[in-house]
């Protein structure tokens, strides 16, 4: 038995690539579901979308502090994976259910495989950076989105766990974005998410970052995390928010509608780990709202360039970066993480090393 841990919302969407390749291989498998995300919007949706089956359990870890979510998630993880003793779990990502998990199996000496090793922001301050360090170094398989998460493993004297598949979430980009009939680029349009602890915990950040979209113009949607939605409310800045002519915010979707929001945009304005890179998928270069060296390899090309939004000399320059934005035709767009056929790597990686 194979045991799937996630509980976010882009721990769906790797999931969904590796369950159905597993399956294909005539794998048993199941999942456990932390509860870290709730909604229906931010966790039944991808489920039924990407035909993954349902969690076989929830441990409802959700909407608590850093610890408070941890401890839960980490609590329930171990009685399940005492009851089903699986050969191997899997992780993904860097989230807190991720440490849950690595913690957790690590200790019952389960075998884990780590879906999204490697990259690494070189900051401690980003709670994720946590988060991945632990899970790699308790992770027996690593397999890595990028030549520099493999760089990064190799420095922290993990090369030999490591395994160079790509991009799992450019196989379900693709499968996603192969279902529908055509891009259709509207020049106009300006795609945003907004949910770090960085950009979502202080009241002047928060309008700093409305500031910036008011002055970037031309209409930014936004389909909004639940965790901003709650902070612009708290800090009483809702009503200005919408006010905003330009600022179009929405309820967060599935991924078959925000797969359509990224084809169909100009630019993306992110603080996300996995748009940010999407991005890159979609043809939509990317003005990234935090602090700390993500996917360099978009960096280096100025297809990623960083903005902070408390900075008058950033954002000009992130205005005028904007300016020049449109939407990147198919071969023109870059390619840094895989094919598209990470999860049949990783099938066969298992294989090879002995865990199937
Ligand atoms: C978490 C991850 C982050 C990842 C993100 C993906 C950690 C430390 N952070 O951040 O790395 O980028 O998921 O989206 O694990 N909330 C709801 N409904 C939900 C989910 C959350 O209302 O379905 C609200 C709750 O008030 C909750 C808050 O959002 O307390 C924050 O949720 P949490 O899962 O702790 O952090 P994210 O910002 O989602
Ligand atoms: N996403 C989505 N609906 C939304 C916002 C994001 O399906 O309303 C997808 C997005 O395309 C990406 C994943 O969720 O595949 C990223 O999740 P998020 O930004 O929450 O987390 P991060 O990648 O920063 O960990």
Redo the contacts with the bound molecule.
């Keep these: 038995m194979i045991t799937h841990i996630v509980g ?3 721990q769906f969407i790797k999931l969904a690539a590796l369950y159905h390749e597993l399956k294909k291989a005539g794998c048993e498998q199941n999942i456990i579901h932390s509860g ?4 229906e919007n ?2 039944d949706v991808f489920f039924r979308e990407l035909n993954i089956p349902k969690p076989y359990v929830n441990l409802a870890a ?3 502090s ?1 610890a408070q ?1 941890t401890a839960k998630a980490m609590t329930g993880i171990e009685e399940e994976l005492l009851r089903a003793k699986p050969a191997l779990v899997i992780l993904y ?5 991720t440490l849950a998990g690595a913690v957790a199996a690590s200790k019952l000496c389960i075998p884990i495989a780590h879906v999204e090793a490697g990259p690494r922001v070189h900051h401690k301050s980003n ?2 950076e946590c ?1 991945r360090i632990v899970a790699d170094h308790l992770s027996d398989i690593l397999f890595c989105p990028d030549e520099i998460s493999m760089q990064n493993l190799q420095r922290e004297g993990l090369a030999e766990r490591g395994c160079m598949t790509g991009d799992i979430m450019y196989d379900t980009y693709l499968v996603i974005a192969g279902q529908q009939a055509q891009e259709e680029a509207q020049e106009e349009t300006i795609v945003m998410t907004w ?3 960085e950009n979502t915990s202080d009241r002047e950040r928060m309008e700093s970052i409305l500031r910036l979209v008011e002055r970037l113009g031309g209409r930014v949607v936004c389909p909004m ?3 901003t939605r ?1 902070c612009l409310q708290e800090y009483g800045l809702w009503e200005r928010a919408n006010a905003i002519p330009n600022f179009e915010i929405i309820e967060s979707v599935g991924y078959v509608e925000m797969v359509k929001l990224m084809q169909s945009a100009k630019l993306i304005l992110t603080d ?2 996995g748009v940010s890179k999407e991005s890159s998928f979609a043809g939509a270069k990317c003005l990234f709202m935090l602090d700390v060296d993500i996917w360099e390899d978009l960096v280096n090309i100025d297809w990623l360039h960083k903005v902070d939004p408390q900075s008058e000399e950033s954002v000009v320059d992130a205005l005028r970066f904007a300016s020049k934005a449109k939407h990147v035709e198919v071969a023109d767009r870059p390619r840094f993480y895989g094919d598209g056929h990470a999860a049949s790597k990783m099938v066969q990686a298992l294989r090879e090393r002995g865990y199937l």
């Design positions: 976010n919302r882009p870290q995300h709730y909604d931010m966790s959700g909407g608590g850093h979510v990502g860097d989230t807190n259910t709670p994720e988060n949910h770090r602890q995390h639940p965790r709650k996300s780990g």
